[in-house]
């Protein structure tokens, strides 16, 4: 007899939203990652276009 693990995930994307508003999301985030949003400006998406080159070169 073979046993399986239940793939417990869901596609379900009502529950994903629901866990994120509850605060679920961000026990698996770091603390050091801002718990604000705030609105993206030219200045930095220009800061991770030139950071995201530097990781690739």
């Known amino acids: ?3 399986q693990a239940t793939d ?3 596609d ?3 529950e994903l939203a629901a ?3 509850a605060g679920g999301f961000w026990r698996l985030v ?3 990652v801002p718990r604000d949003f705030i609105e993206p400006t030219p200045a930095l998406l220009e800061q991770v ?3 995201l080159r530097r ?3």
């Open 12 to 14: 379900d994307s009502d």
């Open 30 to 32: 770091p603390g050091w």
């Open 1 to 3: 007899m073979t046993e």
């Open 19 to 21: 866990t994120v508003e």
């Open 55 to 57: 990781l690739v070169a």
């Open 8 to 10: 417990t995930r869901s």
């Open 49 to 51: 276009d030139c950071g």
